[in-house]
């Protein structure tokens, strides 16, 4: 089973994760920009942030095998900081490099008039760069967010067939789905989604344009939830078709339309044989 | 070390790639918030393939013909692979020691590709012997073959302190009852030569 989790934050991972989404079959990932669990208070922390998802950490996950790339953008939550917000004035720099994916994660945290600014300008900047965009919808009142969302969208240069919805759940999958965007689920522990109800809103909806990720992050998750779906399914019923559809040509589609994904790890790894995540002298 | 080419880039690549040298020579630091020769680093890899990437960038920065300041914004706000150009790009680009810090930035990272190509002809000639010891001893930390040091048996030879630190390093590595990498052998035979 090859994987491609679409949406998950390895910069909170440790090289044991990426070990086990190895062995799991993870492949490939695309870890989106967003909040790091405690507020920033200046665009420079944005910058370094930004850095090392370009830097540090497709590095880190190369030595594992896996192909890292990642999404730019000032994420909801913080938009409403006066203190951030120019960020969205220096993100052009970060939107036009090798391995930027997407704009994202945007969307709606609280929905306050400074996150609908936020989401116009960064779907007009997706469309500017000739990129898809990662949206999220959000955690509270998450059927208005994703109408609202949704209204966003439309009124945007960015076609839905270019937008990724993510976070959805059995109250927000026909509207996302009627609307003609892209369709994520995040595979929880607790909240979000879990693997039986996936399989079921997999049975359901079909596979087309569903994607599954883990969203693991420095919360309590899991970065093989991945795996664990792709496991039910064919326990369900799904055939090996279906479930590479779902967990590698889907994500591989979505995030191609920005003419920026590379697969073949080994064409980006390391000359060196590097063993600098292990510290030296191992 | 052979230095990857542009030579065999396919038809559309190669035509994108001798536009964006031709803007670089032309308008080197103008142009709105980004020159368009940054941009053209940046895209670089996915116009030109992750085989070409690197070469092409150099390319562009030998056309750009940055200064001190250019170039160390393009090294700052890139990414890793634009790093690593900016850096294989530095002794046709800068005759003095200006770039240093840029080395030293590199030097600090753990990302082997940084180290294996701060470590290369413009340290060989510019860093100062104390930088130049632990860089060399940071490669044999990290794994990166000392193949990658420009002049190694040049600088190293006589080198009583960087001898001094080899052998310390090798007595840690045999109380942990760890192997000495061979590496650091070779170092140590160029440091025990007489001037």
Not at chain 1, 55 to 60: A, K, L, N, T, V
Not at chain 1, 250 to 276: C, I, K, Q, W
Not at chain 2, 150 to 159: C, M, P, Q
Not at chain 2, 164 to 186: C, F, I, K, N, S
Request: contains cysteine; charged residues 25%.
């Amino acid at each position: 089973m090859r994987i491609f989790d679409p949406h998950i934050h390895m910069t909170s991972r440790t090289t044991d994760d990426y070990e086990a989404m190895r062995a799991a079959g993870v492949r490939a990932v695309v870890e989106p920009a967003f909040w790091l669990g405690q507020p920033r208070t200046a665009p420079a922390t944005f910058r370094d942030y930004f850095d090392s998802l370009l830097g540090w950490e497709p590095f880190r996950a190369a030595q594992y095998g896996i192909a890292h790339h990642c999404t730019i953008a000032l994420n909801p939550k913080e938009a409403n900081d006066p203190r951030c917000l120019p960020v969205l004035d220096e993100l052009p720099r970060w939107l036009v490099k090798d391995r930027v994916v997407a704009v994202g994660e945007i969307g709606y945290d609280a929905m306050t008039p400074a996150e609908d600014k936020a989401l116009a300008a960064q779907l007009q900047l997706a469309a500017d760069h000739g990129l898809p965009a990662l949206v999220h919808t959000p955690h509270r009142d998450k059927l208005a967010g994703l109408r609202r969302t949704l209204d966003a969208v439309r009124e945007s240069a960015l076609g839905t067939e270019r937008v990724l919805l993510d976070h959805l759940n059995e109250t927000t999958v026909e509207e996302a789905k009627d609307s003609g965007c892209w369709l994520g689920f995040s595979v929880y522990p607790d909240t979000k989604m879990d693997e039986a109800r996936m399989v079921a809103l997999l049975k359901a909806y079909g596979p087309e344009r569903v994607l599954v990720n883990s969203a693991a992050d420095w919360g309590r998750s899991d970065p093989l939830k991945t795996r664990k779906v792709g496991d039910l399914m064919l326990a369900e019923g799904f055939s090996e078709d279906d479930v590479d559809r779902v967990l590698w040509r889907n994500p591989v589609e979505f995030y191609g339309m920005s003419g920026r994904l590379v697969l073949d790890v080994a064409a980006t790894a390391p000359t060196h044989e590097g063993n600098s995540v292990l510290r030296g002298g191992e | 070390m052979s230095r990857p080419t542009t030579d065999d880039l396919p038809g559309a690549a190669r035509a994108w790639l001798d536009q964006a040298l031709a803007e670089a020579a032309a308008r080197p630091n103008s142009q709105g918030p980004i020159s368009v020769w940054e941009l053209r680093l940046a895209e670089a890899g996915r116009r030109c393939g992750p085989a070409h990437a690197e070469a092409a960038r150099i390319r562009i920065l030998a056309a750009a013909r940055p200064d001190a300041t250019a170039l160390a914004r393009v090294y700052f706000q890139g990414t890793a692979e634009e790093r690593l150009a900016v850096l294989r790009a530095l002794p046709d680009l800068v005759p003095g020691p200006d770039a240093l810090p840029l080395v030293e930035d590199a030097l600090r990272t753990n990302d082997t590709r940084l180290l294996a190509a701060a470590v290369g002809p413009y340290a060989a000639r510019h860093l100062d012997r104390h930088g130049w010891r632990h860089a060399v001893l940071k490669c044999l930390f990290t794994g990166v073959p000392v193949d990658a040091v420009a002049d190694l048996a040049e600088r190293a030879r006589g080198d009583g302190e960087l001898a001094r630190m080899l052998r310390d390093y090798a007595a840690e590595r045999t109380a942990a009852g760890r192997a000495v990498p061979e590496d650091l052998h070779r170092v140590l035979h160029h440091a025990d030569q007489e001037v």
